[in-house]
């Protein structure tokens, strides 16, 4: 007597549309290669860059004009370059890599930031020029701060990984001292550098190295 086929239980329906949330074996971070690079990399440049102001200041770095512009202009063109090898990585690899829904929601999150930093910059950017007063231009990091505290928050809401919540917690932090430094450039630069280090370097490396780890298990 053939044995009837037993319904699928409420576990196995919510394990089979897990599955299909996150892309079949789990939410590897294979899609996570271009922005954890271009997280690593402007962390580190513009850290770096950071940094060579304080010195400025401080008194320890004395490099003429030509020099200090010439480096500024390295840390931009160094980051182009950077980003320029994750995108063609990226494509290279194809769709595949970018990974389950919850990692493309992850990406679409920060990119949405990524758009809304570039209408700061030209609200700053303006308002800067027309009052001839650059303090107002300090004021654009301490936005992109609080965008990307938002942009974690919705990471760790998605993935519940612990580092996540304190990237948000931290960009949000950053944002309230650097709104309220402006007008004290040498603190002000000091938030800026420890935060490129901590709050972009550092996720930009775990997100790069679990993206590498997970291509090479593919």
Known sequence: ?????????????LA?????V?????DSGKGMLTMGALYLAGGLLYGLQCL?????IVGVIRWS??????????????FLVVMTWAILEDRKVGGAARGAMVTRTMNAAFSATGMCNLAVIIIFGVGSAR???????????????ALQSAAWFVAWSLRKKLWMLFMSLGGWLT???LGLLVREPAAYLMVCTLALFGLFALPGWIMLRGAL???KAA
């Open 16 to 20: 089979y549309l897990r599955s299909i």
């Open 131 to 145: 009052d001839n007063d650059f303090a107002v231009w300090l004021y654009y990091p301490a936005i992109i701060f």
């Open 175 to 177: 944002a309230v001292a």
């Open 213 to 215: 780890r997970a291509r």
């Open 22 to 26: 996150e892309g079949g074996g789990g």
């Open 1 to 13: 007597m053939p044995t009837k086929s037993r319904p699928p239980s409420a576990e196995q329906d």
């Open 65 to 78: 004009g030509p020099a200090s512009l010439a480096f500024v202009v390295g840390v931009t063109v160094a």
């Open 52 to 56: 060579f102001h304080v010195g400025q």
